[in-house]
T-cell receptor, first 115, second 117 residues
Framework: AQKVTQAQTEISVVEKEDVTLDCVYE???????LFWYKQPPSGELVFLIR??????QNEISGRYSWNFQKSTSSFNFTITASQVVDSAVYFCALSALGGYNKLIFGAGTRLAVHP | DTGVSQDPRHKITKRGQNVTFRCDPISEHNRLYWYRQTLGQGPEFLTY????????KSRLLSDRFSAERPKGSFSTLEIQRTEQGDSAMYLC???????????????FGPGTRLTVL
């Protein structure tokens, strides 16, 4: 079975704080992708990043960084120096070759960044 | 073509009525997915097309639900005899097949919010 767990339901921080969103996944497939999507109040899902299962290099994009660790089946997302515009629901998702690449989403983490 | 579009954006209907939603994917994308998102939850997979072929249907998709993708372009999702439990956001996404059978990232439309009274 494939499953994505985002244990943090809601996180509240003050602007400029760093925040890490946790994601743990389960799959028996050896070939898969992991994703993060952002869903702002407007509702549209915005793609942030895709990592494949063969590439465990961490990635940094501006204030965003991702830590992929196969040993712990985790794909955590860190926002550095958070801003109010980062307030949204963030979803981690898994897509496996054996599952026709459909996305299996976690329940999401609601991030509130206060001024 | 700037992205995935869905129509209508909002639909209010009475229980027992039929509704149909449309999704227009990014033009060169050969894969199209439907998801359903209820309040406070992540999107859940409903069904998937590669070109015009419907290759997988979730157990969430009861007999009252049907989806089509004629000619491999736009897709429609119809719900017959709607129930209050069908109230949700219905999301469409499209992607492009890449090497090795894995798909590229899925781009989502704005969704159709269905309210069944």
């Amino acid at each position: 079975a494939q499953k994505v767990t985002q244990a943090q339901t809601e996180i509240s921080v003050v602007e400029k704080e760093d925040v890490t969103l946790d994601c743990v996944y389960e799959t028996r497939d050896t070939t898969y992708y992991l994703f993060w999507y952002k869903q702002p109040p407007s509702g549209e899902l915005v793609f942030l990043i895709r990592r494949n299962s063969f590439d465990e290099q961490n990635e940094i994009s501006g204030r965003y960084s991702w830590n992929f660790q196969k040993s712990t089946s985790s794909f955590n997302f860190t926002i550095t120096a958070s801003q109010v515009v980062d307030s949204a629901v963030y979803f981690c998702a898994l897509s496996a070759l054996g599952g026709y690449n459909k996305l299996i989403f976690g329940a999401g983490t609601r991030l509130a960044v206060h001024p | 073509d700037t992205g995935v579009s869905q129509d209508p954006r909002h639909k209010i209907t009475k229980r027992g009525q039929n509704v149909t939603f449309r999704c227009d994917p990014i033009s060169e994308h050969n894969r199209l997915y439907w998801y359903r998102q209820t309040l406070g939850q992540g999107p859940e997979f409903l069904t998937y097309f590669q070109n015009e072929a419907q290759l997988e249907k979730s157990r969430l998709l009861s007999d009252r639900f049907s989806a089509e993708r004629p000619k491999g372009s736009f897709s429609t999702l119809e719900i017959q005899r709607t129930e209050q439990g069908d109230s949700a956001m219905y999301l469409c996404a499209s992607s492009l097949l890449v090497a090795g059978g894995l798909t590229g990232e899925q781009f989502f439309g704005p969704g159709t919010r269905l309210t069944v009274l």
